[in-house]
């Protein structure tokens, strides 16, 4: 988390504007990513769940596989936004005083 920061205040070398800016665009970003990648999985677990349990499974449950994919999706959606608001809370900055320098590693 703190790593935004950072990087943020890096690229905006003293601006609080920009640096608020920032923040919020590499959290939305970097949110974005995680939430492709991971209703990928999602869905790929959902397709091989569906054509190996086909197999087993006595009643039709083609379309049902759809309404549990909207519903992970909605859950992954709520924990990511909450996941980015704290990010994005955490490293908002009201005051002008950034702590940027070229030696800090």
């Given at each position: 988390?703190?790593?935004?920061?950072v990087?943020?205040?890096r690229?905006?070398?003293g601006?609080?504007?920009l640096?608020?800016?920032?923040?919020?665009?590499?959290?939305?970003?970097?949110?974005?990513?995680?939430?492709?990648?991971?209703?990928?999985?999602?869905?790929?677990?959902?397709?091989?769940?569906?054509?190996?349990?086909?197999?087993?499974?006595?009643?039709?449950?083609?379309?049902?596989?759809?309404?549990?994919?909207?519903?992970?999706?909605?859950?992954?959606?709520?924990?990511?936004i909450?996941?980015?608001?704290?990010?994005?809370?955490?490293?908002?900055?009201?005051?002008?005083?950034?702590e940027?320098?070229?030696?800090?590693?």
């Amino acid at each position: 988390m703190k790593r935004i920061g950072v990087t943020a205040s890096r690229i905006s070398k003293g601006s609080i504007f920009l640096y608020n800016f920032y923040v919020i665009l590499i959290s939305f970003l970097f949110s974005f990513f995680v939430y492709i990648i991971a209703s990928l999985t999602v869905l790929f677990a959902i397709v091989l769940i569906s054509y190996m349990g086909r197999e087993l499974m006595p009643i039709y449950f083609q379309h049902d596989w759809y309404n549990i994919y909207v519903v992970c999706m909605m859950a992954l959606t709520i924990v990511t936004i909450i996941f980015t608001l704290m990010l994005i809370l955490k490293n908002f900055k009201l005051s002008a005083t950034l702590e940027y320098s070229e030696d800090k590693e």
